[in-house]
Each structure stands twice: as structure tokens, then as C-alpha cells.
């Protein structure tokens, strides 16, 4: 089975931080997506090193990204370089997160 970049966006669009109602991708935490014959590889952040659902989430993302690569392997990479900022939300999270006049 082939997968393709877009069908890895939107596996991570149905993940969520319970406590912001954007998506990770939204969000912004994802910071590369790789995918080569045998896997998928997901670079990725958090806002603050101490998310206490950071575990949780990395286990989401591995189990939908699986579920849509077949037999690839999937890898997620947590990295804190570059330092995650609201620079990389999208417009849409901005809208939703009420931040569309702060000059971003």
C-alpha cells in the first residue's frame, strides 16, 4: 500500500491536546514528515516539555499514522529544536484560539 504526505496530514489532523481544541498538525508541532519504502518518520514537539500528555500523544500519533502507512514502520521523533512557537500555527488554529490580532 502506498501512503502518501497528505494521507499522513490528515492522520494527524484527528490528533488532539486535550486541553487546546486545535489539531497537532494545526498546531504546528509537526515539524517533518519523511517517508521512505519501509517508514514513516514523524519529527515532532510540544509546546512545553513538561505536557503532561506528551507520552499519550506520541502513542496517538505512532497508532494513526499506522494505521493509515500499512506495513511501513513508523517512528516518532520528539525534538525541541527549533523551539516551538505560535509562529507555526496556522491560520486556522490562530482563528480558533482567538489569536488573529497578535501580529503573527
Not at 502518501?4 to 504546528?28: C, H, Q, Y
Not at 519504502?37 to 514523524?42: G, H, P, Q, W
Not at 493509515?68 to 527549533?82: A, C
Request: glycine fraction near 2%; aromatic fraction near 6%; hydrophobic fraction near 45%.
Amino acid at each position: 500500500m502506498s501512503v502518501s504526505r497528505d494521507d499522513i496530514i490528515n492522520a494527524l489532523k484527528t490528533v488532539f491536546d486535550p486541553e487546546i481544541p486545535v489539531n497537532i498538525w494545526d498546531m504546528g508541532l509537526v515539524y517533518d514528515i519523511k517517508i521512505t519504502d519501509t517508514d514513516v518518520i514523524i519529527d515532532m514537539t510540544f509546546t512545553s516539555p513538561t505536557c503532561p500528555m506528551m507520552e499519550e500523544l506520541l502513542d496517538q500519533v505512532k497508532q494513526v499514522v499506522s494505521d493509515v502507512s500499512g506495513e511501513k514502520n513508523v517512528v516518532v521523533n520528539l525534538v525541541w529544536e527549533p523551539a516551538w512557537d505560535l509562529s507555526r500555527m496556522s491560520d486556522a488554529a490562530r482563528l480558533e484560539l482567538d489569536l488573529t490580532n497578535q501580529g503573527w
